[in-house]
């Protein structure tokens, strides 16, 4: 009885995540099939796909030529001074990529004399060289996601292995036949993570002239206000989604991939047993690399700002857009994760567990610009979603369902932290699946839930493509306001924005660490479910 309750309960589970990743995005193809097949097989659209597909796969490439050194000085070397470099690639991670883009236009030599002038360089500059700036930007913004990944990976080789290797050979041997063998693995995961994403991405291609598809639904639905047509564009683009998700499908059957390899908090003294030398050398050589790639062009928008007060005044001017973020990133944090919880608790042992994070892959890959006219072909009608279209509600709704997955797979990844004996419980007390969850769990899983409103409340809060669709009349995000900025070519509020933005980062970041280090650490979550069950 309870192997086939537990079936129903998944794959009601199934069901539930497939209606919220995929639902509005299937909802907008049914309805324009024809249109579809009939404007897909143009010859502009392989050209598209083409530029798609070479700007997605050398932001890749130029992430993971970047996250391989930069993960083995950071968790396996573990060089001096490893705390704080990590939490600067982590802060790295969510800085919005248009501030990326405002930063490297002075070292590309795009920016001559304002924001006017590089949009000009760059529409008359030749497709490969944009193409190349492109890439290089995008890779620099996308390094710190992959060294973030690829650390997980280098996490979960046991020093214990490490250790017996090393007593029968030297340290080439461990490195090869074990950490290159999970670093394989991680950059196989990184590698699709960023491969999927930049596809749907519009800030560097938009900014340096460069047709990609995502560029072109973007583009054909702000000229015509027409889904069916941007559609065309949009639905072109899964065929080149299916390459990253194939490739981590793949990977996950062969058991390349897996998700339930633990975390372990113990040294190997393999590699951190080497030379002092070789450590400082390292360390040296990783923070030359911050602050060639990402301290000087970042503080080239410090410079360009017009004095304090003139700074603080413009500022000011985007408090609107600030709090107006704020509330709508507030909410549609909270709406991902009250939608999430629940279907990463049935599924954590459960069978359907990854089909589910399949599914939510997928939608997670599918560009945010496609998820907002998806919404607007379904709400922009007369009556009860005609109100919900004229109000934020929209872009709240839009922003829940665009990073619903990531809220999901951290939540996936929080709940292994929760020992089984908390299910025998829940059994012996009678407890239905409601109160099994909000009156067990989430109480329990408090300081886990915490962060992963943090970090789904930054993704919210820095998103562009999906809020761009859908934002209502009246006030704008932030992000929205710096993009709309960054094409007028007014520089110092650009630069102060970008300011701003970073600030805010570095605050979320902070207060991230302080919920990891006193909430959510392994040995603390365990030393605290270990008082309770005493208790």
């Known amino acids: 009885m309870n192997v086939s ?28 099939f024809s249109q579809t097949l009939t404007g897909a097989h143009g010859p502009g659209y392989f050209r598209l796909m083409l530029n798609s597909l070479v700007y997605a796969g050398g932001t ?31 802060g790295l991670a969510f800085i919005p990529l ?27 500059d030749t497709l490969s060289h944009r193409m190349a700036c492109a890439v290089f930007v995008a890779g620099v913004a996308k390094a710190p996601i992959a060294v973030v990944l690829m650390g997980l990976a280098l996490w979960g080789i046991p020093s214990e292995t490490e250790e017996a290797v090393w007593l029968e050979a030297h340290r080439f041997s461990v490195l090869y036949h074990i950490v290159i063998r999970h670093l394989a693995r991680g950059a196989v995961f990184a590698g699709s993570i960023v ?45 080149p989604l299916l390459l990253p998700w194939a490739v981590f499908l793949i990977s996950r059957g062969r058991r390349f991939i897996s998700i339930e390899d633990p975390i372990y908090s113990h040294r190997s003294h393999v590699f951190t047993s080497v030379r002092a030398s070789v450590k400082w ?45 704020f509330r709508v990133s507030g909410v549609s944090s909270i709406l991902a994760l009250a939608a999430a919880f629940p279907i990463a608790y049935v599924t954590r042992k459960n069978a359907w567990r990854d089909w589910i994070l399949s599914v939510a892959l997928l939608s997670f890959f599918i560009p945010g610009s496609v998820l907002g ?52 419980m829940v059994a012996l007390e009678g407890l239905s699946l409601f109160q099994s969850i909000y009156k067990v769990y989430v109480p329990v899983c ?33 992000p929205i306001r710096l993009f709309t900025m960054m094409h007028y070519g007014v520089y110092a509020d650009v630069a102060s924005t970008c300011v701003l933005l970073m600030v805010l980062t570095i605050l979320l ?3 991230g660490g302080i919920v990891w280090h006193f909430g959510f650490g392994p040995r603390r979550v365990r030393d605290r479910i270990r008082d309770d069950l005493r208790a």
């Open 5 to 32: 309750r537990s079936r129903r309960t998944g794959a009601a589970a199934l069901v539930a995540a497939t209606l919220i990743c995929l639902g509005p995005e299937c909802v907008l193809f049914w309805t324009g």
């Open 60 to 90: 890749t490439i130029m992430a993971l030529l970047l996250a391989v050194p930069l993960s083995l000085a950071l968790f396996k070397i573990r060089v001096p001074c490893r705390l704080g470099f990590s939490g600067v690639f982590l």
């Open 98 to 124: 248009q501030v990326y883009v405002a930063a490297w236009l002075g070292p590309l030599g795009l920016e001559q004399s304002g924001l006017k002038m590089a949009i000009q360089t760059a529409a008359s």
């Open 195 to 239: 491969f999927g994403i930049s596809l749907g991405e519009i800030s560097v291609t938009d900014m340096l002239m460069i047709r990609t598809l995502a560029e072109e639904a973007y583009s054909q639905f702000q000229l015509t206000l027409d889904p069916g047509v941007a559609m065309v564009a949009g639905t072109s683009q899964f065929l």
């Open 281 to 325: 050398v390292a360390s040296v050589s990783v923070a030359a690399l911050l602050l060639v790639l990402y301290g000087g062009p970042l503080a080239s928008l410090v410079g360009n700002l017009e004095g304090l007060v003139d700074t603080l005044n413009r500022t000011a001017k985007a408090m609107p857009e600030l709090l107006f973020s």
């Open 373 to 424: 006219i998806s919404l607007v072909h379904i709400f922009n009608q007369p009556g009860i979603p005609g109100a919900v279209y004229d109000t934020s509600l929209i872009l709240i709704a839009g922003q829940a369902l665009r990073y619903f997955p990531l809220a999901l797979f951290l939540l996936v990844i929080f709940l292994r932290v929760v020992p089984g004996i908390y299910d025998e």
């Open 446 to 478: 408090r300081w886990p839930l915490l962060l992963a409103w943090i970090v789904t409340f930054s993704w919210c809060f820095y998103d562009l493509d999906t809020s761009i669709i859908l934002c209502p009349p009246g006030p704008t995000t932030l």
């Open 509 to 511: 970041v902070v207060i």
